[in-house]
């Protein structure tokens, strides 16, 4: 999970930096459109002074124009981190040769040698392969062609639409179900599966976006709308029915971290769920406890819900409960009593419609 959290710090980053739009992108797309090779270190000089030679001192103001001439000389270039300060150019970088790199190209060996050696984030732009990659540390990226990334986007959010549609019918298929006290932990298990693909592939998309920068407005539009409850109504289904007494943000972050194949393991899901499937069959019959269907009434707020399922403990029983039942918990009105009776009613009449 760390070294996940770490490629998404420093894609964060360099998006922020790099995104179309930004004053960074500009420069090197100029270098690119000119045919033009690039290697541009960001970092302090005083931090880099043991593998620097030559070149010349600028402590000049950063302006897109500048570094786009400035790549025009072989030797590397010198930026502040927050790309307000060009320190040096045309200076030789020279990292320990001994640093091992899978780059073929002298600069791309340079690049790659001084992110591992020094730790800071080091940009270059191919004069031959018209690419821009990222190196630091270990970490290394190349950024995508603007048109393929439109692409990949578009296909993105077309997935993101199936399992969005996917997971919309299991819920309907489930709230019937858990109306009918019919709800096996296949039926918790294969939306939960849907779910981990939904957040897998908005994971890949938030990349896109973040990579596309002013490019991916419409993108993230549509991928705002396809998100939109999608977090809150797969927390409500955990507390639901996980079984073990793990905390509900521990349980969604394993199910998170799931890779595809992973996820197509029933196992794997009951298992982080809290059951075995050496003692329990897919087909057993389990209980909701009623967050998900009770937080779809309006005017029940959380606190509301959270008394009635600690009093009643499952759906079935509050289904059941009457009016005066349910004003016996303290902080639940008459009135509201029978708001949630009657809005319970018209959800099952709504979802027997949606489901034929």
């Not at 002074?49 to 790549?71: A, D, H, V, W």
């Not at 270059?124 to 048109?147: A, C, M, P, Q, W």
């Not at 075995?276 to 209980?287: A, T, V």
């Not at 918990?329 to 009613?345: P, Q, T, V, W």
Request: no cysteine; charged share 30%; glycine share 6%.
């Amino acid at each position: 999970m760390k070294k996940k959290e770490t490629k998404k710090k420093i894609l964060e980053y360099v998006f922020s930096i790099l995104a179309p739009g930004t004053p960074l992108r500009a420069a090197i797309d100029r270098i690119q459109e000119a045919s033009l090779g690039a290697i541009v270190v960001l970092g302090n000089p005083a931090d880099l002074e043991s593998i620097m030679r030559g070149g010349f001192k600028l402590n000049t103001p950063y302006t897109p124009q500048k570094l786009y001439e400035l790549s025009k000389m072989d030797g590397g270039i010198i930026l502040s981190e927050d790309i307000e300060t060009i320190y040096g150019a045309n200076i030789q970088l020279q990292p320990n040769s001994n640093i091992k790199t899978d780059e073929s190209g002298t600069r791309h060996q340079a690049a790659h040698r001084v992110a591992k050696q020094t730790g800071k984030l080091v940009i270059t732009v191919s004069e031959r392969r018209n690419k821009i990659t990222i190196y630091k540390g270990e970490f290394r990226y190349t950024l995508h062609d603007i048109g393929d990334l439109l692409v990949k986007s578009s296909q993105a959010i077309m997935a993101l639409e199936k399992y969005a549609v996917a997971i919309n019918r299991n819920l309907i298929n489930l709230t019937v179900s858990e109306f009918d006290n019919m709800v096996t932990l296949y039926d918790i298990v294969e939306v939960i599966r849907m779910y981990g693909l939904l957040f897998r592939m908005s994971e890949e998309l938030i990349e896109y976006i973040s990579e596309l920068g002013t490019e991916g407005r419409l993108v993230k539009i549509q991928y705002q709308e396809i998100m939109l409850n999608q977090n809150e109504e797969f927390t409500d289904l955990i507390r639901d029915y996980k079984k073990n007494e793990e905390k509900v943000e521990k349980v969604i972050e394993n199910i998170r971290m799931l890779n595809k194949e992973e996820l197509l393991e029933d196992e794997n899901i009951a298992n982080i769920l809290g059951f075995n499937l050496k003692n329990i069959s897919l087909d057993e019959i389990i209980n909701s406890r009623g967050y998900r269907i009770l937080g779809t009434v309006n005017k029940v707020t959380k606190k509301d819900i959270e008394m009635l399922v600690s009093e009643f403990k499952e759906i079935q029983s509050i289904l059941i409960a009457t009016v005066e039942e349910m004003t016996q918990i303290k902080g639940i009105s008459k009135l509201k009593a029978e708001h949630i009776n009657k809005a319970l009613i018209r959800l099952k009449n709504r979802v027997m419609l949606d489901r034929y």
